[in-house]
């Protein structure tokens, strides 16, 4: 299964183009409005979330796989909870766009709270822009640090497909998701995929700061990752 990650910067109508090139069999899009989705006509195979009028978060199924409501729901927003199956397989999905505006590390650990029985209960991928980084956690305390969502993300068996497969720590990154302001120089590495022991990642990249950045296309470039669901 190819899942892409992708904060498109919102006129998605003239960018999912450049998001099929990808050929995702699942993406988790943010900053997307229901409208841009019905001009992609993929409205009919996507979910979307957020306020009338306003930019939201969407997860989009391609070829045989289907999505269905999951039996579990979030009060933290931002964290969409669904289940992905293509008829022979089933995943849970939690989607993810952290609002940047408000602290982000104490509601992404509440939520983990409440999903908690959903990311154990079955093959699992916690994915999208978390807007967190331990690279910004100097000076803040305990339960305000990003290490301590990987701390709780830890105890779930979930890992980074990017560090797990690319053998890097979090913090010393290769390559940046985000660049800020579109500066090449203000660089953060902010949108991930956490899976869970039976989601194995084969191959895992980001998108160029060439084509995505310097192309103002997006000021995050996409993140995708090839899954093998394990026995």
């Given at each position: 299964?190819r ?18 090139r ?10 997307v ?20 009028g ?5 997860v ?7 999505i ?38 104490v ?29 910004l956690?100097?000076?803040?305390p ?17 890992a980074?497909?990017w560090?797990s ?17 579109w ?5 953060y ?43």
């Amino acid at each position: 299964m190819r899942l892409v990650s992708w904060n498109c910067c919102d006129a998605f109508q003239r960018k999912f183009g450049h998001l099929e090139r990808l050929r995702p069999d699942i993406a988790v899009i943010q900053e997307v409005r229901p409208e841009c989705l019905q001009f992609a006509t993929v409205q009919d195979r996507s979910v979307w979330v957020g306020d009338p009028g306003q930019k939201g978060l969407a997860v989009i199924a391609y070829g045989d796989w289907k999505i269905g409501a999951a039996p579990v729901s979030v009060n933290e927003r931002w964290f969409l909870p669904l289940i992905l199956s293509n008829g022979v397989e089933t995943i849970h999905l939690v989607a993810v766009w952290v609002d940047s505006s408000k602290d982000c590390v104490v509601p992404t650990l509440r939520a983990l709270e409440q999903l908690n029985m959903f990311l154990t209960a079955a093959p699992s991928i916690m994915t999208g822009d978390f807007n967190q980084t331990v690279s910004l956690d100097k000076g803040r305390p305990a339960g305000s640090r990003f290490a301590d969502v990987l701390e709780g993300l830890a105890a779930l068996n979930m890992a980074s497909a990017w560090h797990s497969h690319r053998s890097e720590d979090h913090g010393a990154e290769t390559a940046a998701s985000l660049y800020w302001r579109w500066n090449e120089q203000a660089k953060y590495h902010i949108d991930f995929a956490f899976g869970s022991n039976r989601m194995r990642p084969d191959a895992v990249s980001l998108g160029t700061f060439e084509q995505y950045v310097r192309g103002e296309i997006s000021d995050h470039v996409p993140l995708i990752v090839d899954y093998t669901i394990t026995a």
